[in-house]
């Protein structure tokens, strides 16, 4: 039974550019979350994706969006990108039923230059 | 607001000795409650996690938490910790206010000494 999968695994981008992160969720998961992880800091909730539809959001700007596609797989989007942007990003699914327990991803670390 | 406070940013214990990381949340309505371990360059793996009823879970590798509603708090043991376990380690929290985000703490380093 696969895991949560994230796509890349490392990236590197300048400041002012736009990123796509992937992120398949479990397998009989519906629902994904993203999160921001600061080094030597907690993760931050971005979002929470549901039936396609962006279901809750932290306290993110407008640069940061995503997307779920009908096999619940989802994408984050950067825009401009800011040096503060560089963390580990997760994705975390989790079931309809059960579904505060979220399972996460390995992550992607995104450097920003 | 909402929140976990994890007090301690490093522990380190010698291999068999056992192990308390400190969990603090703080929610007017019930909480649920996580444990979570990242390894270096890592996601988060679930170690156990706490809704209702019973207030000692039981997880993964060992490990144990118990709930005190009196004392706000939800700290993870393990009576003999190998060098395997070290990692760190983030207590989680939500309830039906904070809708379906996870509030975290700052994570808890542990150190395994031979």
């Known amino acids: 039974d696969a895991g949560v999968t994230q796509s890349p695994t490392h990236l590197i981008k300048t400041r002012g550019q736009q990123v796509t992160l992937r992120c398949s969720p479990k397998?009989?998961?519906?629902?994904v979350s993203w999160y921001q992880q600061a080094l030597g800091q907690g993760p931050q909730f971005i979002f929470q994706?549901?039936?396609?539809?962006?279901?809750q959001r932290g306290n993110f700007p407008d640069r940061f969006s995503g997307h779920q596609f009908p096999n619940y797989s989802s994408e984050l989007n950067v825009n401009a990108l800011l040096l503060g942007d560089s963390a580990l990003y997760l994705c975390?699914?989790?079931?309809?039923?059960?579904?505060?327990?979220?399972?996460f991803g390995p992550g992607t670390r995104l450097l920003v230059l | 607001a909402q929140s976990v406070t994890q007090p301690d940013i490093h522990i380190t214990v010698s291999e068999g000795a056992s192990l308390e990381l400190r969990c603090n949340y703080s929610?007017?309505?019930?909480?649920?409650l996580f444990w979570y371990v990242q390894s270096p360059g890592q996601g988060l793996q679930l170690l156990l996690k706490?809704?209702?009823?019973?207030?000692l879970v039981q997880g993964i590798k060992g490990f144990e938490a118990e709930f005190k509603r009196s004392q706000s708090s939800f700290n993870l043991r393990k009576p003999s910790v190998h060098w395997s376990d070290a990692a760190e380690y983030f207590c989680?929290?939500?309830?039906?206010?904070?809708?379906?985000?996870?509030?975290f703490g700052k994570g808890t380093s542990l150190l395994v000494t031979p």
């Open positions: 706490y809704f209702s009823g019973d207030t």
């Open positions: 994706y549901y039936e396609e539809e962006e279901r």
């Open positions: 989680a929290g939500g309830n039906s206010n904070s809708g379906y985000a996870l509030n």
């Open positions: 397998s009989g998961h519906d629902t």
């Open positions: 929610y007017g309505a019930t909480p649920y």
């Open positions: 975390a699914s989790s079931p309809k039923t059960g579904g505060e327990t979220q399972y």
